[in-house]
């Protein structure tokens, strides 16, 4: 669990993007403390209205950047000139407010309430399959808040999904500490079953996401659960498995479950069943034990697999953790290394953004956004703007299809594509 600060600048709708996003942290066991220079990680969330409030953003996030071990920007100014922030040198990721809440971890589990019990958020149904994971890394503070994997049955997980799509979720976002592993403790490896069951069994339109997986678990059920996500149209084309280094050595002293080859089968499993999807991935940089060639190993994997997803996340120690015990790596090492990383990733991220213009895609409306906005997923899981929204009659939970005219480095703009009328019968003169 990470120590967050975060500051708000700018209109009501920032405000209320900061408070989402503070929702979501403390969902996931992470907590507020009082200023930069006790967190692990700040977040600043900007606003860009006229030229002194962008001099006064860059002034801030200099601060900032001083003042803390690593540093998110987000909202206004950072989404429209986020170059901006890089070209004073700003050492932070350039994230939208989304992103942000996945982005403050240590690559850790997600750490879920005290239940497993399924919640609706707007249109947007999460249903934790399960509590726990089967993994031991180094670095983890969130296996001692959860322990082992303890699955309920499929047939129980099933019903909750059919409840959340009743009461009106057109999203359903399968979630837990590692979704991979649901069912390990009953001796068998259940979510191909669980998500072939929800799609055929459950009546009506939606869309489910699956949640982070680790590589050690996927590895295994790979050619299964890949062969599901093609069958099935309800299926958004989108895993997160994080490999969080591309050093078979770091792996081992981390305890990660997986070597850098299962991770590379998992993506070459998936690239041979479905055209398009979204491969989701995060990366640890400055881990103790962490080399030059280490780091280098990692990216080159990030060059070679190009995942469309990453998250990139500078190692802090947890108490308690094995790894808290090791010498860490200097501060500035440790910046350079996840800047070098973090400017890969924004490349990658952009051309596949950019590969979308022009596309066609469906989608589901997920949420509103800022101003007359909507949020929406396409097919893969990735995000598509649609501006003046009342105009086309678009809110959340309705499904479309649009045409993507434009992108901001990590999420699209799109128009709706209007539907063409029904030809009519000729009449008779």
Known sequence: ?????????????????????????????????????????????????????????????????????????????????????????????????????????????????????????????????????????????????????????????????????????????????DTGVYGWDKGDRKLPELLDRICTEIDGEFRVRVGMANPGGVHGIREELAAVFAEHDKLYNFIHAPVQSGSDEVLEHMRRQHRVDKFREIAETFDRELAYWTLSTD??????????EDHERSMELLREIRPEKVNVTRFSKRPGTDAADLKGLGGTLKKERSKEMSEAKMDIVAAAYDEMVGTEREVLVVQEGTGDS????????????????????????????????????????????????????????
């Not at 640890?284 to 034990?289: A, C, L």
């Not at 899981?381 to 045409?403: C, M, S, W």
Request: hydrophobic share 35%; proline share 6%; charged share 25%.
């Open 1 to 177: 669990m990470a120590r967050y600060h975060i500051e708000t600048y700018g209109c009501t709708s920032n405000r209320g993007e900061s408070r989402a996003i503070e929702s979501a942290l403390r969902d996931a066991g992470h907590y507020r403390v009082d200023g930069p220079e006790e967190a692990d990680v700040a977040i600043m969330n900007t606003c860009t209205v006229v030229e002194k409030t962008e001099r006064n953003m860059l002034r801030r996030a200099k601060e900032l950047e001083a003042e803390t071990a690593d540093l998110i920007i987000t909202g206004c100014m950072a989404l429209a000139q986020g170059n901006d922030f890089r070209e004073e040198g700003i050492d932070a990721q350039i994230l939208h407010w989304d992103d942000v809440p996945t982005a403050v971890t240590n690559g850790e589990c997600p750490t879920p309430g005290p239940g497993v019990e399924p919640v609706l958020d707007g249109v947007v149904g999460i249903l934790p399959i399960a509590r726990g994971c089967m993994s031991n890394c180094s670095y983890c503070i969130t296996k001692f808040a959860t322990g082992r994997v303890d699955s309920p049955s499929v047939d129980e997980n099933v019903e909750k999904a059919r409840a959340l799509v009743h009461a009106g979720a057109k999203e359903l976002r399968i979630t837990g500490q």
């Open 283 to 292: 990366f640890i940089v400055g881990y103790p034990t962490e080399t030059d």
């Open 374 to 429: 909507v949020k929406c997923r396409d097919e893969a899981y990735r995000q598509i703007i649609v501006q003046n929204a009342t105009e086309h009659g678009l809110e959340p939970g309705d499904f479309a299809r649009v045409k993507v005219t434009a992108h901001q480095t990590v999420y699209a703009f799109a128009e709706p594509v209007e539907s063409q009328p029904e030809p009519r019968e000729p009449t008779a003169a």
